[in-house]
């Protein structure tokens, strides 16, 4: 069902997004960066269509907990069930919110909601892809609560939803609202890195929980949030954005000495390091002072990118609709090509050549693809002249993409950040 919904609030977040674009462009504080806003909105895409993947973990653990763990069962037509399960299920998402920050194993999923160092609309579509591995767990006090999993899975859609709106930078404070509910105001405090700002602010709809729980923070006037993480990410790869803090457990935890110190690199408090390894091994200092992450991409790039990423999207839209009735392999294989383009189009934001041969060899293989089997994922047998456009469509991008490489540089993968 999420995905489903998701699909067909798409065209809604991108009319928001337009105009968030338009607006502060009318006021002269312009929030949005081309490849920061197609590195947040494709790791959306990259997180829906792994979340295909994961159903099982998000909707199936908690089925079974309802049917063989709940002490009760709560009718699913009582108003009374529907206000009780949302409110709970923002409890328990506070708690999951704030274990997610606070424990560098949950904060290895989460990291990829933060790594933005802008914040704006696009930001709230950045998700991670592997927090249903762990997620489900802080649910599993709704199914024994006895709230029917379509109920819970309801509720969950409209707290997610819900959160889309407060990732802005156009809308003040709120009076009496902010006192209350989650806010543009209140959220901007959670996603700064600022030391008075630092893991507040959990809420989902409800602040009321950082206020009971002594986590809330009001944003000041006199100091700016800065946003991102105190360990930068520094790179437009999705599939690194979400492994970036793992690799960086995997490699505290293989030069730690002990074991009881490589259990805290997992089990830990987020940016705790073993001593040793953080003497042998010593991390840059965090600065608020220090430079965005933007690599100089010429602008024809720039329009390529943006050509490829708006294709990209209408696969993805394409993808969970044909997934439902697909064979496996070709829901894989879908699924492959999504990831590999979503990859290759962050390489080549990031400026370096590399990025354009990928772009020119996934064109070339595209357009073999479709000419050796005479169609597209989910789509049969088109008809000769579409597939004959569209292998021609693919071989210019690949022409495009190779004319590209011209002007940018051989250079090596930028620095990637770790928790903190």
């Known amino acids: 069902m999420q995905e489903k ?19 502060g462009w009318l006021r002269g504080r312009n929030t949005y960066r081309l490849d920061d806003a197609v590195n947040s909105i494709g790791l959306g895409v990259l997180s829906q269509v792994s979340g295909v993947f994961t159903r099982v973990l998000r909707i199936g653990i908690y089925a079974w907990a309802f049917e063989f763990l709940s002490l009760w069962r709560l009718p699913a ?7 009780f399960a949302l409110l709970l299920y923002d409890l328990c998402y506070y708690w999951y919110h704030r274990i997610g920050h606070e424990r560098t194993l949950f904060w290895a999923a989460h990291v990829v909601h933060h790594q933005s160092e802008d914040y704006n609309l696009s930001t709230a579509l950045r998700q991670t892809s592997s927090g249903a591995l762990l997620g489900w767990l802080f649910y599993l006090p709704m199914a024994v609560a006895g709230v029917p999993p379509e109920v819970f899975a309801a509720v969950a859609l409209v707290d997610l939803l819900y959160q889309y709106w407060i990732h802005t930078q156009h809308v003040g404070r709120l009076g009496w609202f902010d006192r209350v509910f989650a806010s543009p105001s209140n ?37 700016l949030p800065v946003y991102g993480t105190r360990s930068p990410l520094r790179s437009w790869n999705p599939l690194w954005a979400n492994f970036e803090v793992y690799a960086a457990m995997a490699h505290d935890a293989w030069r730690a000495r002990r074991w009881r110190d490589r259990l805290g690199v997992l089990f830990g408090r987020t940016g705790w390091r073993p001593e040793d390894v953080a003497r042998r091994f010593p991390k840059p200092e965090f600065s608020l002072a220090r430079p965005r992450y933007a690599p100089a991409t010429p602008a024809r790039v720039q329009v390529y990118a943006l050509a490829q990423f708006a294709l990209l ?31 290759s189009l962050g390489i080549l934001l990031e400026g370096r050549r590399v990025g354009a041969w990928l772009e020119a060899a996934r064109a070339v293989f595209t357009a073999a693809g479709i000419a050796a089997t005479h169609g597209w994922f989910g789509v049969a047998d088109p008809g000769g002249t579409l597939v004959i456009a569209a292998a021609a469509g693919w071989v210019a991008s690949a022409a495009w993409a190779t004319w590209l490489a011209g002007p940018l540089a051989w250079r090596a993968r930028p620095g990637a950040g770790e928790p903190g």
């Open 5 to 23: 919904v998701i699909t067909l609030a798409t065209p809604v977040f991108f009319a928001l997004i337009a105009l968030e674009l338009a607006w």
């Open 77 to 83: 037509d009582s108003a009374w069930v529907w206000l």
């Open 187 to 223: 959220h901007r405090v959670h996603h700064a890195v600022n030391d008075r700002y630092l893991d507040r602010n959990y809420g989902g709809i409800l602040i009321l929980w950082d206020r009971l729980f002594g986590t809330f923070a009001d944003e000041d006037p006199a100091e």
């Open 313 to 343: 999207l209408g696969a993805a839209v394409h993808f969970l609709r044909v997934q439902v009735h697909a064979p496996s392999s070709e829901v894989v294989g879908y699924f492959a090509w999504i990831v590999v383009s979503l990859i």
